[in-house]
């Protein structure tokens, strides 16, 4: 019982550091529109990046926003190739993230490094408050998501934020108010992979390894996060009757988030295998993708249309 | 006001879909002048205004506006002189967003948009203010979201988005032809009133020849990519759709049914 029960809080600590990943996916995909392909590079930059600067001796916090600014580079590359050089954005993401598979070996110099023995994030506050690592992680993650619900909650609140709401809205709409969309996009790309590589550094800080692969299948993980929670506060609000503000949208991420991992962690317990996850998590996206499309496929369903 | 001499755009130029959809337009726009815009299908109106727009840039040619030359400058830049409403009600607003939160876009129009809050609330009373104007009862929806809106108060929405900072030229693409004829109306008139009331310069494209008669002071026709008919004033005053339809059919126009619904 004891050792469900330690599966359960792993589940939620290791979701709310994934969650951080989730919000950046939510900013490109949700937010702005863009099909970003880049995450799954991105998130393994920031944990390569943040890795290897604490072997070379830099602050384990100082690395997280070294981490930041790597993944900032890779969205603006991916942005730049989108706007500036017309390739369609799906493509472009791709390309970066082919890319940053070599790019990540290169800052490794392997295609995984270590951080035994050295002191991480985890391990100084460990330290300090001589709590267990796992509580500490689950502080910490719930102190960085709050932090940053609260700041996205403000930037997309500012003149500036809502250019970059409206753009995913309605792009032509934008240009004809004035606004150079091409920069909104960069913008866009540009913080949700910061937020990616964060995600990254955190995680790999937190399990003491960064690794070329542990990116992959992030974006998924990232669109079933934001599927779950979308579907747990369409509940709420039908239950209770709210208003869907931004900030609803941005915790709904971060709940969809841990309820995604505790999803995984409970058909483990029942005995799934590891390896059957990712066929799982996408059939979960596939399934909530569709829903829409054969729910208005039903002959009772009311189609709510706008009237002319 | 608005100075468009010479010139071409060609689409797909070299390709078997070439189209050449402008051939040497001229067109002077004073001050003040609310101008209709008629003709067939294709003969190149709502590339005119997209090529003032910045949608696209012309092949050949000069466009100044307000004394700047603008021939090259991007879509987004050159949105600070114009207003713009489109055919389709969904392009004019983003659907996702509050009504307020539209119109604070709109308010920004060729202003740096940077950290500070996305509305305010000394705009909010102007925004209640002006949507009153507007007689929809919007003004009580302010926190609703656009694209529960009707397609016709969707339209005096963009109106209102596109002239809420004074535009130096407004655009309008057939920006009635989506409503039903009732609501059309009134979107009509809610132009004239706002064109009249700011002596707006307006270029009014629009399909229905007897609207092209009664608003505005000068009405031009277009065919195959330039201006085949110009008149203003009195004599504007004076004309029928049957004049109308006599000129068209004279330069070898087809008068298609759409046309004839004037
Ligand atoms: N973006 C475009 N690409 C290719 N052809 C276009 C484009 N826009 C307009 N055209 C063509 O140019 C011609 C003029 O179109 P338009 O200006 O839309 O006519 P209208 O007077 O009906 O508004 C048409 O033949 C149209 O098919
Ligand atoms: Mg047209």
Same mark, same amino acid.
């Given at each position: 019982?004891?050792?469900i029960?330690?599966a359960?809080?792993?589940?939620?600590?290791?979701?709310?550091l994934?969650?951080?990943?989730?919000?950046?996916?939510?900013?490109?995909?949700?937010?702005?529109?863009?099909?970003?392909?880049?995450?799954?590079?991105?998130?393994?930059?920031g944990?390569a990046?943040?890795?290897?600067?604490?072997?070379?001796g830099?602050d384990?916090?100082l690395?997280?926003?070294?981490?930041?600014a790597?993944?900032?580079?890779a969205?603006?590359?991916t942005?730049v190739?989108?706007?500036?050089?017309?390739?369609?954005i799906?493509?472009a993401?791709?390309?970066?993230?082919?890319?940053l598979?070599?790019?990540?070996?290169?800052?490794?110099?392997?295609?995984?490094t270590?951080?035994? @023995?050295?002191s991480?994030?985890?391990?100084?506050?460990r330290?300090i +408050?001589?709590?267990?690592?796992s509580?500490? +992680?689950?502080?910490?993650?719930?102190?960085?998501?709050?932090?940053?619900v609260?700041?996205?909650?403000?930037?997309?609140?500012?003149?500036?934020?809502?250019?970059?709401?409206?753009?995913?809205?309605n792009?032509y709409?934008?240009?004809?108010?004035g606004?150079?969309?091409?920069?909104?996009?960069?913008i866009?790309?540009?913080?949700?992979?910061?937020?990616?590589?964060?995600?990254?550094?955190?995680?790999g800080?937190?399990q003491?390894y960064?690794?070329?692969?542990m @990116?992959?299948?992030?974006?998924?993980?990232?669109?079933?996060?934001?599927?779950?929670?979308?579907?747990?506060?369409?509940?709420l609000?039908s239950?209770?009757?709210?208003?869907?503000?931004?900030?609803?949208?941005?915790?709904?991420?971060?709940?969809?988030?841990?309820?995604?991992?505790?999803?995984?962690?409970?058909?483990?317990?029942?005995?799934?295998?590891?390896?059957?996850?990712?066929?799982? +998590?996408?059939?979960?996206?596939?399934?909530?993708?569709a829903?829409?499309?054969?729910k208005?496929?039903?002959?009772?369903?009311?189609?709510?249309?706008?009237?002319? | 006001?608005?100075?468009?001499?010479n010139?071409?755009?060609?689409?797909?130029?070299?390709?078997?879909?070439?189209k %050449?959809?402008?051939?040497?337009?001229?067109?002077?726009?004073?001050?003040?002048?609310?101008?209709?815009?008629?003709?067939?299908?294709?003969a190149? %109106?709502? *590339?005119?205004?997209?090529?003032?727009?910045?949608v696209?840039?012309?092949?050949?040619?000069?466009?100044t506006?307000?004394?700047?030359?603008? *021939? %090259?400058?991007?879509?987004?830049?050159?949105?600070?002189?114009?207003?713009?409403?489109?055919q389709?009600?969904?392009?004019?607003t983003?659907?996702?967003?509050?009504? #307020?939160?539209?119109?604070?876009?709109?308010?920004?129009?060729? %202003?740096?948009?940077?950290?500070?809050?996305?509305?305010?609330?000394?705009?909010?009373?102007?925004?209640?203010?002006?949507?009153?104007?507007?007689?929809?009862?919007?003004?009580?929806?302010?926190?609703?979201?656009?694209?529960?809106?009707?397609?016709?108060?969707?339209?005096?929405?963009?109106?209102?988005m596109?002239?809420?900072?004074?535009?130096?030229?407004?655009?309008?693409?057939?920006? *009635?032809?989506?409503?039903?004829?009732?609501?059309?109306?009134?979107?009509? #008139?809610?132009t004239?009133?706002?064109?009249?009331?700011?002596?707006? *310069?307006?270029?009014?494209?629009?399909?229905?020849?007897?609207?092209?008669?009664?608003?505005?002071?000068?009405?031009?026709?277009?065919?195959?990519?330039k201006?085949?008919?110009?008149?203003?004033?009195?004599?504007?005053?004076?004309?029928?759709?049957?004049?109308?339809?006599?000129?068209?059919?004279?330069?070898?126009?087809?008068?298609?049914?759409?046309?004839?619904?004037?």
């Amino acid at each position: 019982m004891t050792s469900i029960l330690l599966a359960m809080q792993g589940a939620v600590s290791q979701g709310i550091l994934w969650s951080v990943m989730a919000l950046g996916v939510f900013i490109t995909f949700k937010v702005l529109d863009c099909a970003d392909m880049t995450v799954d590079g991105s998130f393994a930059l920031g944990g390569a990046v943040s890795a290897v600067m604490i072997l070379k001796g830099v602050d384990p916090f100082l690395s997280l926003f070294i981490a930041v600014a790597a993944g900032m580079i890779a969205g603006t590359v991916t942005a730049v190739l989108n706007t500036k050089l017309q390739i369609p954005i799906l493509l472009a993401g791709i390309l970066t993230q082919l890319a940053l598979y070599s790019v990540n070996i290169r800052v490794m110099g392997q295609p995984n490094t270590p951080l035994n @023995g050295v002191s991480t994030i985890v391990t100084i506050l460990r330290d300090i +408050t001589s709590m267990q690592k796992s509580i500490i +992680t689950l502080i910490l993650g719930i102190v960085i998501a709050a932090a940053l619900v609260f700041i996205l909650y403000w930037f997309f609140g500012t003149e500036l934020g809502s250019a970059i709401r409206a753009t995913g809205n309605n792009e032509y709409m934008v240009r004809a108010l004035g606004v150079n969309t091409d920069m909104m996009k960069i913008i866009g790309l540009f913080l949700g992979n910061g937020l990616v590589a964060l995600s990254g550094a955190l995680v790999g800080q937190s399990q003491g390894y960064a690794d070329v692969q542990m @990116g992959q299948g992030a974006i998924v993980i990232g669109l079933a996060s934001i599927i779950i929670g979308e579907v747990i506060f369409d509940f709420l609000v039908s239950a209770f009757k709210f208003k869907l503000s931004f900030a609803h949208k941005l915790l709904s991420v971060i709940i969809g988030s841990i309820l995604y991992r505790l999803i995984i962690a409970i058909v483990l317990q029942l005995g799934m295998k590891s390896t059957d996850l990712k066929l799982l +998590t996408a059939t979960i996206v596939a399934a909530a993708l569709a829903l829409p499309v054969l729910k208005s496929k039903l002959p009772s369903s009311k189609n709510k249309k706008i009237a002319a | 006001m608005l100075k468009v001499e010479n010139v071409y755009k060609t689409f797909n130029a070299g390709t078997i879909n070439e189209k %050449k959809a402008i051939q040497g337009l001229n067109l002077h726009l004073e001050p003040g002048d609310f101008v209709t815009v008629i003709g067939g299908n294709g003969a190149g %109106k709502s *590339t005119t205004l997209n090529l003032v727009a910045g949608v696209f840039l012309a092949d050949r040619g000069k466009i100044t506006l307000d004394g700047q030359d603008i *021939t %090259k400058q991007p879509e987004y830049v050159r949105a600070k002189l114009l207003g713009r409403v489109f055919q389709d009600p969904m392009l004019g607003t983003a659907a996702d967003m509050e009504i #307020e939160e539209n119109l604070a876009m709109a308010y920004r129009r060729g %202003k740096r948009r940077g950290l500070s809050w996305g509305v305010t609330n000394n705009e909010r009373e102007l925004y209640f203010e002006r949507l009153k104007m507007l007689d929809l009862g919007l003004e009580n929806r302010m926190n609703s979201k656009v694209g529960l809106l009707s397609g016709g108060q969707r339209q005096a929405l963009t109106l209102l988005m596109a002239t809420l900072q004074k535009p130096k030229l407004l655009l309008l693409d057939e920006h *009635t032809a989506a409503l039903d004829p009732k609501t059309a109306a009134r979107v009509l #008139e809610l132009t004239e009133e706002i064109v009249t009331k700011d002596s707006l *310069t307006t270029l009014m494209i629009t399909h229905n020849m007897k609207d092209a008669i009664h608003y505005g002071n000068r009405l031009i026709m277009m065919h195959e990519g330039k201006v085949i008919y110009d008149v203003k004033g009195e004599e504007k005053k004076q004309l029928h759709v049957s004049d109308l339809l006599k000129k068209f059919e004279e330069c070898g126009g087809e008068t298609s049914d759409r046309m004839l619904l004037a």
